[in-house]
């Protein structure tokens, strides 16, 4: 693309409006805006280009309609943690005025800037966010399903499941985004355009060709989506995993393709597309309302609008820097640079990636690595890491709102005081465990095995862990219901549906014929009766009812979980309830709460990525190749040697197997009687229900009484309480670090250089999540799967004394065990 800037751009620093042209070098004198204007863009939030097209209908409005559009607007929006809090006050002014209406012309600049700002309402997305990545037009006549599109697209699907298949089991996994493909789908797209003749055939009345013009930019998105869901590995897989290894199940058997193949097809498939329909139906509470942001669509909307904007506009940096590169030269550049780096923390030097330069001090002194040390300790280290990897393992700061980030490692931060405070005082005989561990133990302190008699107990870290799964589960409830009466209460209903046509994206998708919700009513007809098939044809001792226990658990959970994963981009998952409540049902019958869990879990996590979507047509072909891809992943996966232990290569360690695992002793072998029952070894931890349903409650009422606070408007009770799952066998370590990066791009960089910010933030994201992704596949077979190693002090170092194998705070004297004697154990 091109890097000579054709239009003017604005750029804000320091409150202060410039112009920015391709024709004035980095010291030029830069002309001043209007003080009204340069006031209007800093007050609103918006741009220059919003701020004239809004004045435009602005001018056509009278007083009392701008009272009744900002009325419904403030109700819908009003505890919104994603809109500008000084905005809502204007607002807020605006409306208690009743001066106002009886002396207009005193208060003309106010109702000059609340009638821009209802403008921005109904040309526009209330978020300056939205207005910066998504077009408030469309051109309904572009070609989108097309041959080029599809075969780029089930291409893409391919590579982006083999990557993320092929590195699920890696500690921490390598993971690539659907931002990756999109913007390597752009040159074949081009490519294909420029090369393929316009030759095609006519099917019911419509021409398909392999060149129907310029590969535009619904093309590229309908590729986009369909990596989008290939990127999901199945859940099945975990399955599989647990019943093959010896050090789990050890059932052979499983390794049998055929076998893996076909309950990857029967209960994925059939799982995944009961999400698909539910979110359909439930279209109307998680995809047409303005506050659903879905941040992470913004991020794909963002790419896809970089490839096909007219011109190169220049950005002001730090500096006085002006920076002119386009787009896709950035990601190139970013792209090498990290491909290049991430052989250093990932190979040559594994010090910079597991940076516990704490414990290098005293190796063997267990109480700083328990809590300094980033292999066996909770990682509480102001320098953790410099690998990217490792940084933006549970999130990405580049991607997520600030707050989403600072409310995370809160929650982490605080629970982290809880698990020394449980460890240390020898709660639930955790003192004779590692503090931070996904395994489970025997009364000995080794590692749990499923034959031993024993109850299995758990480190101190993932003791915390499932006291806050059940606080958030709770917390996502009583938060989508305050939510919901407060905002969407019926004897409202007709402000709700005003709100939602006042939505310019959503006027926008009207003018297109919507998917009946019959369409997905035989979807999910279809998708249980291949579940069910799939349940009773194999020896899965398990009830044909988990599909429909599955159904109940979304659409429980589905609307108030959705609504928490459009607003702050965290999701929260429904695995540990799933496995509570289906442990219930099948007590010690650990494969059947396997699929209790699958049914439970995917069935909801895939309605809510549909709802981020909402591309039913495009979604059968990529979840097809990801399957069959997957599945052949794992049968490869299963040969290498030392997989899933702590010897294995390129640190394909299986944490989410061993969770899985840990889970179905718990919750399947023992079941959740035992374990939580009355008289239960960990029933104490009930205690996170109520004080999930507290945390919410005290956050609401003290934002009802200080509405004004901006610390308790940023505060998110149910993001902070997903603070306290991030443990064992990750600790902080693979959060803190991410913080600064976060603090550096929506703070800093976006409030001062908003220009710079949209341009290249989320293209930078992709470029890392890719160099990462290539380096890592070039490492594995170039080097470790040659069994190339560098033995030097920068690779030894992460893994010497207490960070190379647990240093319990108690030790057993031989033959000694804790906890209740064998055969009394109830």
């Not at 303005?290 to 963002?302: D, G, H, K, R």
């Amino acid at each position: 693309m091109s890097e000579q800037a054709e239009r003017p751009v604005a750029t804000t620093t320091g409150g202060v409006l410039e112009e920015k042209t391709g024709t004035h070098n980095e010291s030029s004198e830069v002309p001043h805006f209007a003080q009204e204007d340069v006031a209007a863009e800093r007050d609103l939030h918006v741009t220059e280009d919003d701020l004239q097209e809004a004045k435009e209908l602005a001018a056509t409005y009278s007083l009392d309609e701008v009272r009744s559009l900002l009325t419904t607007f403030h109700r819908l929006h009003k505890r919104d943690p994603n809109f500008p809090l000084d905005v809502i006050e204007e607002i807020e002014n605006f409306l208690n005025n009743e001066d106002i209406a009886n002396e207009p012309a005193k208060y003309e600049q106010q109702i000059s800037e609340m009638k821009i700002q209802a403008a921005l309402i109904v040309t526009n997305s209330p978020y300056a966010e939205v207005r910066s990545v998504v077009s408030p037009h469309d051109e309904p006549t572009m070609p989108c399903s097309t041959i080029r599109a599809w075969v780029l697209g089930i291409l893409f699907s391919a590579a982006i499941s083999f990557i993320n298949g092929f590195f699920s089991i890696r500690q921490p996994a390598i993971a690539v985004t659907s931002n990756v493909p999109q913007l390597l789908a752009y040159p074949p797209g081009k490519m294909m355009e420029w090369w393929l003749p316009d030759v095609g055939i006519t099917l019911f009345g419509v021409r398909h060709s392999l060149n129907p013009g310029p590969f535009n930019r619904k093309e590229h998105m309908l590729i986009t989506l369909m990596a989008s869901i290939a990127k999901s590995t199945p859940y099945t897989q975990y399955v599989i995993w647990i019943q093959f290894l010896p050090q789990f199940f050890n059932q052979r058997w499983a390794i049998n393709f055929g076998y893996q193949i076909l309950i990857a097809l029967s209960i994925a498939l059939s799982s995944n597309f009961i999400g698909y329909s539910l979110a359909g139906i439930c279209r109307r509470f998680l995809v047409y309302p303005s506050y659903c942001v879905w941040p992470q669509a913004l991020v794909t909307i963002a790419l896809n609008s970089a490839s096909y904007t007219e011109g190169n506009s220049p950005a002001l940096g730090p500096f006085g820097k002006i920076w002119r590169m386009s787009r896709f030269k950035f990601f190139f550049y970013a792209f090498t640079l990290m491909f290049v780096y991430f052989w250093f923390p990932n190979y040559i030097f594994q010090a910079l990636g597991i940076f516990s330069w704490m414990t290098w001090i005293a190796p063997n002194n267990a109480d700083l690595t328990r809590i300094t040390g980033s292999n066996n300790g909770l990682g509480i280290n102001p320098v953790p890491t410099f690998d990217w990897n490792v940084l933006t393992y549970n999130l990405d700061p580049l991607m997520v709102p600030l707050f989403s980030t600072i409310n995370l490692f809160i929650g982490i931060l605080l629970t982290s005081v809880i698990i020394i405070s449980v460890y240390y005082t020898n709660t639930y005989y955790t003192a004779y465990l590692p503090i931070n561990s996904n395994h489970p133990f025997d009364h000995f302190g080794n590692r749990y095995n499923y034959q031993a008699y024993s109850p299995p107990y758990l480190s101190a870290a993932n003791v915390v862990n499932y006291m806050f799964f059940f606080s958030i589960y709770i917390a996502a409830l009583t938060y989508g219901f305050l939510m919901l009466v407060n905002s969407f209460r019926p004897s409202k209903k007709a402000e709700v549906e005003q709100g939602q046509v006042l939505d310019v994206h959503n006027r926008l998708m009207k003018k297109y014929r919507e998917v009946p919700e019959w369409w997905y009513m035989i979807v999910l007809v279809v998708s249980v009766a291949l579940g069910c098939a799939a349940i009773a044809s194999w020896p899965t001792h398990t009830s044909p009812g988990v599909v429909f226990y599955g159904i109940a658990l979304c659409l429980i959970f589905m609307i108030p979980t959705g609504i928490i994963y459009a607003m702050t981009g965290i999701e929260v998952t429904l695995n540990v309830l799933a496995e509570f409540i289906g442990g219930s049902f099948v007590k010690g019958n650990a494969l059947a709460m396997c699929f209790f869990k699958t049914y439970g879990y995917v069935t909801c996590s895939h309605a809510l990525s549909f709802a981020n979507d909402l591309k039913i047509a495009h979604y059968m072909v990529p979840t097809l190749v990801s399957t069959f891809v997957c599945v052949s992943i794992v049968s490869y996966q299963m040969h290498l040697k030392d997989v899933c232990t702590p010897d294995a290569p390129f640190r394909f360690t299986c944490p989410g197997e061993n969770t899985f695992f840990t889970a179905a002793v718990l919750w399947g072998t023992v079941g959740p009687k035992k374990i939580w029952g009355v008289g239960g070894q960990y029933s104490e931890t009930l205690l996170g229900f109520p004080l999930g349903v507290a945390v919410v409650v005290l956050f609401w009422l003290l934002g009802r009484y200080f509405p004004k606070n901006r610390v308790l408007r940023a505060t998110h009770p149910v993001a902070l309480l997903n603070g306290g799952i991030l443990w064992a066998p990750y600790n902080m370590t693979y959060l803190l670090p991410a913080v600064p990066v976060a603090l550096l791009s929506w703070l800093y960089i976006k409030g001062r250089f908003l220009a710079l910010w949209s341009k290249y933030n989320f293209v930078l994201s992709a470029a890392f999540s890719a160099g990462i992704a290539i380096s890592a596949i070039a490492q594995f077979f170039g080097v470790t799967y040659q069994g190339v190693t560098l033995d030097w002090w920068g690779n030894g170092v992460v893994s010497m004394g207490c960070e190379d194998h647990d240093c319990v705070l108690k030790m057993l004297p031989e033959g000694e065990y804790f906890g209740p004697a064998p055969g009394s154990y109830n």
